[in-house]
Each structure stands twice: as structure tokens, then as C-alpha cells.
């Protein structure tokens, strides 16, 4: 298969749920996490769970970067920035997360020079146009971002670019699942492996998982056909007693990933010896800084940061969404005080956030439906 609309095509959709359903049964309840925040998505908008048997229960986990970056890195950023001679430049997902004197966005209105930017390469340009001002570039992803990043700061360098720097919230993957696994309150019987990280890394970084845990995990793409897929061979592991590491993705992932990717990030990053996570605490080297290598355009070493530590809003249960501890609906302020147009989390405001795909998705479908019988 090579073509979006063949793994869209409903008669192969029917045959995958119903062999779904065969191996499933009925007697064992199966708990999978889908690490991605883009599965999440895939989840919700393609109505997968309606399809699936009832004893199949998918958990949503921490695969969304901008919604597990803590507010005080959010503030740490927006302070650099409140100097008159720097332009804020970042994703558009990072535009409307709050930190604790507001958006990024809120801060625009309020005087800040703040920009939205689709790549690195845009903020690098800006810095071009700009010369009597400092652009200061938000970077926030996992390793899937992380080699763009490492290459525009690799030419910023080159060229000689100085009015340029990196605000690194790079994350890596690897320890988050390991975060999870080892968390008390967390029992999970298989990983629906993320995508678009895996083209980078590859999959040989999970094969720990199913050596030493025991888990099943099948890397995936997005399209309704390929996580039908996805989850008929992790029930085909788990029914025969195995536990390895199965590439769906063929077709995009490589099994030892990119290596030119990864040979950028070595260039430029190195891990941090422990990074703070929303709901997940302080993980030890979950994330990647800038090396000496490239210190003139890094932010942090350039620029004063406050190095703020934040707690969400205790009524907000952003920590156990993401843990998959709980379902966004069963968060206390899910579609009454937190909202996308008025988000308290940044789980409510990304475009892989699972509350954000949960409002737009299940609970419209759910309000319309209520509509519909009261009418």
C-alpha cells in the first residue's frame, strides 16, 4: 500500500476491526497506550474506539510536547523575551499555553514582540531581516524537531548569524516511557509505538521495552487502517505470549532511523542531567540542552533566566491526563472552566493534546447527539 486513500478504504477498515474482534474475545480486558499525541488525534477524529470491541481500552499518553512542558519554562522564555531589542519566535501550537502571566499570544497584546514561525529556519531568517534586534527561537518537540533545530543553529554558526538564539525544550521520548512503565498506578499491556519520532530514532530504542518489561510495542502510522493494523498485531503478541518490537510503518520508518538527523542533534545537543515534565516530575536526562560547542546561540547561557518553577492549578488534573491516569472528560475542569478558547492547560490548546482532541471530537459528538434527542 502506498496511498493515503487505501489505508482509508472502509471495506479494509470493516475486515481489520472485525479480525480485531476475533482476537480480542471476550474474557481478557486489554489496556494499550497510544504514546503519540497524533494517534490520539487519529483516535478521536476517524471514531476508532466506536469500532473497537469493549475490552479493548486505549490509554492516551505523554506524546505531546507543548503539553508536557511545565509553565515555568514557559515564564522562563517569556522573560527573555521582555527585553525591548528581542523578537519571541515559535511554533504556533506554543501561542496559546499559559504560563502564569498569560500566552505568549496575551503577551503580544501586550506590547511583547512575539512571532509565530513555521520552522527554525524562519526565526534564523528573521534574525537576517532584523539585525538591530535579537531573535530568540522557543524550540519545543521531541527528537522528531530536534535535528531541525540542530541544523538551523548549525548554519547560524556557518554564517555567522549572532542576533540568534535557541530556547531548547527539546524532549526524548525514551525516558518518558520508562516514567511510565515505573509508575504504581499505571498497568498497561502494550504501546502503540509514536511515528513521527520513529523516523528519527528508529526502533531499535524500544526493544528494552518488550526484553525487560514484557511489553509489546508496535510503531504505527496514523491513518484509521494502519492503527487497525497496529493493534491486531500487538493482540497477536500478546494471545501468543510474546513481547517484541513490530514496525507497522514500513513505509516511512527505517529501523535504525535517520541517521543524519541523529548525527545533527549530536553536533549541537547533548542530554540534560534531569528536565521537569507536567505531571511527570523531574526525569533524569529526558531532555536535550546545547552544547559548548554552540554556546553563543544558546539563550540560556547568553540570557539571565530565572529558572521559575511553577505548579499547575491544583483543580487541574493535566499531571494524571497525561500519565493516562485519567480521561480528559474526568478532569474536574474539562469543558467548563478549561476549554480551547479559554484553555487552563496546555493539554486543552496543543494540536496533539488528547483533551483537545477529546473536545473536538467526542464531546461535540456527544453534545449533538443531545441535541438531536431533545429535538
Given amino acids: 500500500m502506498r496511498f493515503v486513500d487505501e489505508f482509508r478504504e472502509p471495506e479494509l477498515i470493516s475486515k481489520a476491526a472485525e479480525e480485531i474482534r476475533r482476537l480480542a474475545g471476550t474474557v481478557r480486558h486489554y489496556r494499550m497506550m497510544e504514546v503519540c499525541g497524533g494517534h490520539t488525534h487519529a483516535i478521536y477524529r476517524f471514531g476508532l474506539k466506536d469500532i473497537l470491541p469493549e475490552n479493548i481500552e486505549l490509554i492516551h ?163 484509521p487502517l494502519d492503527m487497525l493494523q497496529s493493534i491486531g498485531m500487538l493482540l497477536r503478541q500478546l494471545k501468543a505470549g510474546e513481547a517484541k518490537v513490530e514496525n507497522q510503518y514500513k513505509r516511512v520508518v527505517p529501523w535504525e532511523g535517520n541517521r543524519a538527523a541523529l548525527r545533527a542533534m549530536a553536533e549541537v545537543f547533548e542530554l540534560r542531567p534531569y528536565f521537569e515534565w507536567r505531571g511527570l516530575g523531574f526525569i533524569s536526562q529526558s531532555a536535550l540542552r546545547v552544547n559548548d560547542k554552540y554556546a553563543e546561540w544558546d539563550a540560556e547561557q547568553r540570557f539571565a533566566v530565572p529558572g521559575i518553577r511553577v505548579t499547575d492549578p491544583k483543580a487541574a488534573q493535566c499531571g494524571e491526563v497525561l500519565k493516562g491516569v485519567l480521561k480528559p472528560h474526568q478532569c474536574k475542569l474539562f469543558g467548563r472552566e478549561c476549554t480551547p478558547e479559554h484553555p487552563i492547560g496546555a493539554l486543552m490548546v496543543s494540536s496533539e493534546g488528547s483533551c483537545a482532541a477529546y473536545h473536538n471530537y467526542e464531546h461535540r459528538k456527544a453534545a449533538m447527539i443531545s441535541l438531536n434527542s431533545v429535538a
Fill in 61 to 223: 499518553g505523554p506524546g505531546c510536547p507543548v503539553c508536557v512542558l511545565p509553565m515555568g519554562r514557559i515564564d522562563d522564555g517569556l522573560s527573555i523575551a521582555q527585553q525591548s531589542d528581542v523578537i519571541f519566535a515559535a511554533f504556533g501550537d506554543m501561542m496559546r499555553v499559559p504560563g502564569t502571566q498569560g500566552s505568549p499570544l496575551e503577551h503580544k497584546a501586550r506590547g511583547m514582540d512575539v512571532r509565530i514561525v513555521y520552522s527554525p529556519s524562519d526565526a534564523l531568517k528573521l534574525a537576517r531581516l532584523n539585525p538591530n534586534k535579537h531573535v530568540m527561537f522557543f524550540a519545543i518537540g521531541f527528537e522528531t524537531t530536534a535535528p531541525s533545530t540542530a541544523l538551523t543553529m548549525m548554519r547560524a554558526k556557518a554564517e555567522g548569524v549572532r542576533n540568534f538564539s535557541v530556547f531548547c525544550n527539546h524532549v526524548t521520548i525514551i525516558p518518558a516511557i520508562r516514567a511510565i512503565l515505573d509508575s504504581p498506578d499505571m498497568r498497561l499491556d502494550a504501546f502503540i509505538g509514536p511515528a513521527h519520532v520513529s523516523t528519527v530514532i528508529g526502533c531499535r530504542p524500544y526493544e528494552w521495552i518488550a526484553q525487560n518489561e514484557r511489553k509489546p510495542i508496535v510503531v504505527s502510522g496514523f491513518e
